[in-house]
């Protein structure tokens, strides 16, 4: 099955592990499985299936800030597991866009605080698993992102009164 991955385009790619994501959310149980495969062998996928799985768990392709972190842990082990540069690659991607990303709609603030708090702690379990510095660093890249979108979000709270 990962072969045909290969025959799509980047973007379409992506598309589909983005889906693949958002079905896993969903409880799709076969899906479930499939994503615990990919992360355990993810040199059998493309590279941008992989970071369509990852990205979905924070942003959408805008990028506009969201969590899905039902099974984030499970989507970084399928970066994590790949080879060190692709790797490298996708978390300096992932940590460039989380600075720039912004909520969906001035609503969504209020509604990403407990999610950012959330991932932010599972992400923070892993850093201290990871022993590669260079991983860990941008780990630690990441985790201090989310952390800025976490008190962007608690200020929007503040100066809109508390929704």
């Known amino acids: 099955m ?3 991955f290969f025959d799509l385009s980047d973007e379409q ?8 994501l958002q079905a896993s959310e969903g409880n799709a149980f ?6 615990n495969k990919v992360s355990k062998v993810p ?6 299936f992989l970071k369509g799985i990852f990205f979905e ?15 984030f842990d499970t989507a970084l082990k399928c970066i994590l597991n790949c080879k060190e540069e692709t790797c490298l690659e996708i ?3 992932v940590e460039e866009k989380l600075r720039i ?13 407990d999610d950012l708090i959330r991932t932010i702690k599972m992400l923070e379990n892993v850093i201290q698993s990871v022993n590669k510095e260079s991983v860990k660093k941008l780990l630690l890249g990441i985790r201090t992102a989310l952390e800025t979108q976490l008190q962007k ?3 929007r709270e503040i100066n809109d009164g508390g929704f």
Not at 30 to 35: R, W
Not at 43 to 48: D, S
Not at 57 to 69: D, G, V, Y
Not at 101 to 113: I, M, T, V
Request: glycine share 2%; charged share 30%.
């Open 2 to 4: 990962p072969i045909s």
């Open 91 to 93: 978390l300096r991607e």
């Open 13 to 20: 790619q992506e598309e589909v592990g983005r889906n693949v």
């Open 101 to 113: 990303a912004q909520p969906k709609d001035e609503y969504a603030s209020f509604w990403l605080k």
């Open 153 to 155: 979000c608690k200020n």
């Open 43 to 48: 040199h059998q996928y493309p590279k941008a």
């Open 57 to 71: 768990t924070l942003f959408n392709e805008n990028p506009q800030l969201r969590m899905k972190n039902k099974h």
């Open 30 to 35: 076969d899906v479930i499985d499939f994503l």
